[in-house]
């Protein structure tokens, strides 16, 4: 069973650009989440996305935004970037915490982005 | 929503030495509570968890006791390894509230 892929490993933009970083969830899993690491705050969450439909947010800007499409693939995209908004971002898939508490979430490997 | 307040580190141990992480947390209803691990340039993988007060969730010779009473659910290890070094993450989750983590705890065991 594949894991959690995403794409690209590894990113640099200039600021004032725009990314978008993609996540392909476990076969069979309906929810994927987004999280942004840093040294200084740690694993924040940014959204969660289930069947195509935002379930959760957290607490950034609106220049973050996601998407989930019918086969749960996601994308996320930061318009804008700004210094501080590199960071290693990371994706998990599970099949659906919202109803079962105990469900385990997977994780991919990351994307590193690096804002100049 | 869910929080948590994990104690951070780094945490430097000498190989064989006795571990404790502690962690308490905020939830809301009745969470499930979990220890994720992240090793160096991977992502975060489950280390184990437990869904009811009084549980003890285990795995790798890691343990933790889900205490309602003192919203707490602290891992513990009676001997770490080197390759035991990484970064542990407390996590509560309830109802349709995402899974929110702690900062996390660096440990590095030295041989």
């Known amino acids: 069973k594949a894991g959690v892929t995403q794409t690209p490993r590894y990113l640099i933009k200039t600021r004032g650009q725009q990314v978008t970083l993609s996540c392909s969830p476990i076969?069979?899993?309906?929810?994927v989440s987004w999280y942004q690491q840093t040294p200084g705050q740690g694993l924040q969450f940014l959204f969660e996305?289930?069947?195509?439909?935002?379930?959760n947010k957290g607490n950034f800007p609106g220049r973050f935004s996601g998407r989930q499409f019918s086969n749960s693939r996601s994308e996320m995209n930061v318009s804008t970037l700004e210094l501080g908004d590199s960071a290693l971002y990371l994706c998990?898939?599970?099949?659906?915490?919202?109803?079962?508490?105990?469900?385990?979430?997977?994780f991919g490997q990351g994307t590193r982005l690096t804002v100049v | 929503g869910n929080s948590v307040t994990q104690m951070e580190g780094p945490v430097t141990l000498s190989e064989e030495a006795f571990l404790t992480i502690n962690c308490t947390y905020t939830?809301?209803?009745?969470?499930?509570l979990f220890w994720y691990v992240q090793y160096p340039g991977e992502g975060l993988q489950l280390l184990l968890k437990?869904?009811?007060?009084?549980d003890k969730g285990s795995n790798k010779g890691f343990e933790a006791t889900y205490r309602k009473e003192t919203t707490s659910f602290h891992l513990e290890k009676g001997s770490v390894q080197v390759s035991d070094s990484a970064v542990y993450f407390c996590?509560?989750?309830?109802?349709?509230?995402?899974?929110?983590f702690g900062k996390g705890t660096r440990l590095s065991v030295i041989a």
């Open positions: 076969s069979g899993h309906r929810s």
């Open positions: 437990a869904t009811k007060a009084d």
């Open positions: 939830a809301t209803g009745y969470p499930s």
């Open positions: 996590a509560p989750l309830s109802g349709n509230t995402p899974l929110v």
């Open positions: 998990a898939s599970s099949s659906n915490p919202g109803i079962q508490t105990n469900t385990e979430a997977f």
């Open positions: 996305y289930f069947s195509e439909t935002q379930r």
